[in-house]
């Protein structure tokens, strides 16, 4: 069975352009969730979706940040414009829902530069 | 609220030297313990996981156990094997609380021949 799918495992951009990242979650999982993981620290909740409604966006940077999740399978995280400070590694995960157990895509590591 | 702290890195041990990593936690309900491993430049994997107090997650030679008492969820392995440099993440998940995950900063292992 296949994990959770991300892409791009890396991406390079300069300040204030635009970024988009995707995923593809384990087939069924109605739980989609995006991590924001800096550097020496633990994965912290962006966005979090059951099927396509987005049902905990509250430290999701509404300014610059969004999100979809259309049909409620993939999903999509976009950043626009990005800042030096968006560096850092952009973790997807999903789950059945009700299930404690989340299952996390390899990433995607943003450099801003 | 809901929060995990656990034990700084990084650490260095000799293979085959006993390991334990501190994991203690903050919750409003009846969480979910678990122990995520990332290996460089790898997602997160779920190494293993405790759903009630008085439960043991064991695998791969690593166990914890979720000690309600104490708010404890320490990761311990008998003998270390350099394959098991990563950095390991003791985080919480609680339904209550729509099963956002709440992770620890990590604590980085490093196994030295």
């Given at each position: 069975e296949a994990g959770v799918v991300q892409s791009p495992r890396y991406k390079i951009i300069e300040k204030k352009q635009p970024v988009a990242f995707w995923c593809n979650p384990i087939s069924g999982h109605n739980t989609l969730y995006w991590y924001l993981q800096n550097l020496g620290q633990g994965p912290e909740l962006l966005i979090r979706y059951e099927n396509e409604e987005a049902?905990?966006?509250?430290?999701?940077?509404k300014d610059r940040f969004s999100a979809e999740r259309l049909k409620g399978v993939d999903s999509t995280l976009k950043i626009?414009?990005?800042?030096?400070?968006?560096s850092a590694v952009y973790l997807c995960a999903s789950s059945f829902t009700g299930e404690t157990e989340a299952f996390f895509g390899q990433g995607t590591r943003l450099t801003v530069v | 609220g809901n929060s995990v702290t656990q034990m700084e890195g990084p650490v260095t041990l000799s293979e085959e030297a006993f390991l334990t990593i501190n994991c203690t936690y903050t919750a409003t309900g009846y969480p979910s313990l678990f122990w995520y491993v990332q290996y460089p430049g790898e997602g997160l994997q779920l190494l293993l996981k405790a759903t009630k107090a008085d439960d043991k997650g064991s695998n791969k030679g690593f166990e914890a156990t979720y000690r309600k008492e104490t708010t404890s969820f320490h990761l311990e392995k008998g003998s270390v094997q350099v394959s098991d440099s990563a950095v390991y993440f003791c985080a919480l998940s609680d339904l209550s609380t729509g099963n956002q995950f709440y992770f620890g900063t990590g604590t980085s292992l490093t196994v030295i021949p």
């Open positions: 049902v905990d966006d509250s430290q999701l940077p626009q414009p990005a800042e030096l400070g968006d | -």
